[in-house]
């Protein structure tokens, strides 16, 4: 999808250094995905403590 945007110029320098990206594209497109990894991530914290799980949780550390 083809799309113009304007983007603060100090922000997308820092977002280029601090990540390596040479592009803003990439930038751009990194930043998306990690807004979806975030919101999955938070969906998925709604089930801590209320699946069923059994194991024995010391045993599996001492596997190797």
Do not use: H, S
């Amino acid at each position: 999808m083809r799309t113009n945007i304007e983007i603060d110029d100090r922000l997308m320098a820092e977002a280029l250094a601090a990540t390596g990206i040479r592009t803003k594209r990439e930038a751009v497109e990194l930043g998306l995905k990690t807004i979806i990894r975030l919101k999955q991530q938070e969906q998925i914290r709604q089930f801590r403590g209320k699946l069923p799980w059994e194991g024995n949780l010391d045993a599996m550390r001492r596997d190797q």
